[in-house]
């Protein structure tokens, strides 16, 4: 019965949440279906009730329609959906590890300059990587000689928060910066070049990248991008498992879904994006480059097997890779109606799963 266990390992909010269901954006329904069809079992589990001497932990294993607590062996594959940032986490983790537990996608949040720098190694994907710097006033000022549209963004958030813009043109221009609490923007002016001291205050408080802004495509006037979500499955190799467009709100610049942005099938927009390219030849380009980015990943990252990149579209076709979530948020599949396509985003990792357990 162990070998037919999987582990969910959560944040502790979420786990809470199971007896009343409300798990936020992780759907246990889909993890059964799919471990249901895998002849698996999920067990849901957070690192506080590891018992590492024991080798027993406590988690919630759905039985007669309902949630129950119980004490098990640990699951021998785990798949891990929380954040962890504590040395006890890390411990924990280390210990599971040392006990032959496998765990993938063991670390899913990564520096934004980490693996900028991790892509650019690769001659194929550093042609597909907006200009970038680790951000200083001086990195800022010689960005700004080279482009008049720039982006700076935390090296460790998601979401979209903290996201600055700059505009400027002669001397002159705007600072925008983007709003996670209310999902809207305010601008500072930027005057004879100066840069306005709110700016100076957000780069000294964490680490940021200035970024060259790629022009993105837009579909009825808002900048697009796409979320491409990439995962490894059944018999253990990288396959794209879908995309979608996100919208920006009107007038922003942000296009991330929890700051308001708007997800849609790409597939359905793309003849008002590019109606002079092949639909099939772009999203073939698309699959190549984040298939390619994700191999090229894990062979320094270990136990990557579930990613979603964000990546650019320009007006012309162009492809670019803007940011890599170690833990996607699968959600938007089902907020562009793309309901097969969300299924399948859990189905694979636990196919995964199934592959690791027979193997050993």
């Known amino acids: 019965m162990v070998m037919n266990r999987v582990g969910i390992l959560l944040d502790s909010s979420i786990l809470r949440g199971i007896p009343a269901g409300r798990t936020r954006q992780e759907s246990l329904a889909c993890y059964e279906l799919a471990a249901a069809s895998y002849g698996l079992t999920v067990c849901y589990l957070r690192l506080e009730d590891v018992d590492l001497l024991a080798g027993k932990c406590k988690a919630y294993i759905r039985k007669n329609q309902r949630y129950q607590m119980h004490h098990i062996e640990i699951p021998k594959v785990i798949h891990n959906r929380a ?14 590890i ?32 907006p200009e970038t710097e680790l951000a200083s006033i001086g990195a800022i000022q010689r960005m700004l000689e080279r482009h008049r549209d720039l982006i700076l963004k935390p090296v460790s958030s998601s979401i979209g928060k903290g996201i600055m813009r700059i505009i400027h043109e002669h001397g002159n221009g705007k600072i925008y ?59 253990g190799c990288w396959h794209v498992t879908g995309m979608y467009a996100k919208v920006a709100p009107r007038d922003h610049f942000v296009t991330n879904v929890a700051q308001g942005g708007m997800a849609l099938p790409y597939d359905v927009i793309h003849p008002f994006v590019l109606p002079s390219h092949s639909l099939p030849a772009v999203v073939q380009q698309i699959h190549h480059l984040a298939v390619t980015a994700a191999r090229h990943l894990s062979r320094t990252l270990p136990g990557l097997a579930d990613l979603g990149f964000d990546m650019a579209l320009t007006s012309q076709g162009e492809i670019y890779f803007i940011e890599c979530n170690g833990r996607d948020q699968r959600y ?29």
């Not at 650019?120 to 994907?125: D, F, S």
């Not at 579909?219 to 979320?227: A, K, Q, T």
């Not at 938007?332 to 050993?360: C, H, N, T, V």
């Open 83 to 96: 954040m962890h940032f504590s040395k006890i986490s890390h411990y924990l983790i280390a210990g599971l």
């Open 98 to 129: 040392q006990r032959g537990i496998t765990i993938f996608n063991v670390r899913n949040r990564y520096g934004k300059d980490e693996i900028y720098r991790l892509l650019m190694n690769n001659t194929e994907l550093s042609t597909h990587l």
């Open 177 to 235: 910066i983007s709003s996670a609490r209310d999902k809207k923007q305010v601008h500072y002016p930027i005057k004879k070049g100066k840069l306005p001291p709110e700016l100076y205050a957000r780069i000294r408080e964490k680490n940021y990248l200035v970024q060259e802004r790629i022009p993105l495509a837009t579909y009825v006037g808002r900048p697009i991008d796409l979320r491409v979500s990439v995962q490894r499955g059944s018999t």
């Open 332 to 360: 938007g599949f089902r907020k562009a109606g793309m309901d097969k396509e969300w299924l399948e985003s859990y189905k694979r990792p636990i196919a995964y799963a199934r592959l690791l357990l027979d193997q050993g």
